[in-house]
């Protein structure tokens, strides 16, 4: 593999090219790590009534459905996405993690899980009462990826 970076001043706006054979583990590993490194600019394309808005992501504290729709929470707003939860997952930053069959949360934004054995355990976000749910065969991930970030500081 190949790193080059090319100046070039001509260029309003920075950009970052992955040319590949094909798609493997490997890409979609380095284009997850730039995502994560400039993660603060992404902006996903939501909807509220008839508007249209570009919302940063980091600002997502968490997604889910609710029915067909795939609503995006922020810690004052919830707005829809157009977006199923399998390609949101394609395209978030590694900080988002799903959690549940109809859940994917900010990692960054979780303040306190009140685990629970029989059932889904119970998510608090730090900046909102609001609350979502991880369902038992995820909450061990969860809990090893909060470790994880908890080390990188």
Known sequence: MKIRIEIDDSLTDEE???????????????????TDAIGTGFQLHVFKGEKA???????????????????????????ETRLRLYELEEILPG??????????????????????????????FTCTKKQAFVSRSYIKQLMSKLEEKRLKR
């Open 16 to 34: 970052i090219v992955i040319r590949c054979r094909n798609l493997n583990e490997d890409i979609v590993s380095i284009q997850k790590s730039i």
């Open 53 to 79: 808005y570009f919302l940063n992501i980091d600002k997502i504290i968490f997604f889910e459905t609710d029915g067909s729709f795939i609503m995006a929470h922020t810690s004052n707003d919830i707005y």
């Open 95 to 124: 900080f988002f993690m799903r959690v549940s069959k109809s859940t994917i949360l900010n990692i960054n934004y979780i303040h306190s899980i009140r685990k629970n054995i029989t059932g889904a355990s119970e998510v608090e």
